[in-house]
């Protein structure tokens, strides 16, 4: 079946640094991938979108890469701050937009 | 501008009750989604509507639950019986239409807890 596979541990790092994020895709080659946030107890809130055709796209201290040699897609935050604390899912575009969600990573910014 | 509204946002009850979530999404928004969140997972498709049609049910499980957007704006999701297993968080997102590419706004969710 067709799955997004995201590490499920979570992820911590010092106030600063830059986080990266994974993103797996297996049994399926979706034509888009979207990036979204979840704080607990709320709904995701989209951040970015990358095409299957384009390698990089970046918004403001946010970067993200699409490899379909690899299958794989990283999500970057440069100059981490505490408020980047939250679960960030992976979302990948197939049919008639169609989303299949990873289960997210939890990321934990220390000051 | 007003996001999407959900209600109600907690919900307790006994196993074989019927339970009803409320949705309604941004307006002019013409697709809306039904998701099901359960804990350390992400966000699964239950239903699509464009306008009034539900145009992707395939995951809704059809003996117990239904849903409906009449006038083709708010919505609702039934789940008559609960079982325990619907625990979980239901979610509604709407966009702008269902094409490609497409971000999907979400509400804050309805934490259905089934005793």
């Known amino acids: 079946s067709q799955k997004i596979e995201q590490n499920s541990e979570a992820l911590n790092i010092q106030e600063g640094k830059t986080a990266t994020l994974t993103c797996n895709y297996t049994?399926?080659?979706?034509?888009?991938l979207q990036w979204y946030r979840q704080d607990p107890g709320r709904g995701p809130v989209f951040l970015l979108l990358i095409r299957e055709n384009e390698k990089e796209k970046r918004k403001e201290r946010l970067k993200v890469t699409f490899d379909t040699t690899l299958k794989q897609s990283l999500f970057h935050i440069t100059a981490s701050q505490p408020a980047d604390s939250a679960t960030y899912l992976c979302a990948g575009g197939g049919g008639y937009n169609k989303l299949i969600f990873g289960a997210g990573t939890r990321l934990a910014v220390h000051p | 501008e007003a996001g999407v509204v959900q209600s109600p946002r907690y919900k307790i009850i006994e196993k074989k009750q019927p339970v009803a979530f409320w949705c309604n999404p941004i307006s002019g928004h013409n697709t809306l989604y039904w998701y099901l969140q359960n804990l350390g997972q992400g966000p699964e498709l239950l239903i699509r509507?464009?306008?009034?049609?539900?145009?992707?049910d395939s995951q809704l499980p059809k003996d117990r639950f239904s849903a409906e957007r009449l006038k083709g704006v708010d919505s609702t999701l039934k789940i008559q019986p609960a079982e325990l297993g619907d625990s979980a968080v239901y979610l509604c997102?709407?966009?702008?239409?269902?094409?490609?590419?497409?971000?999907?706004?979400f509400g804050p969710g309805t934490r259905l807890t089934v005793l």
């Open positions: 049994n399926y080659s979706p034509a888009y």
């Open positions: 509507y464009e306008n009034e049609e539900a145009v992707d």
């Open positions: 997102a709407s966009s702008l239409v269902a094409g490609r590419y497409n971000e999907q706004f």
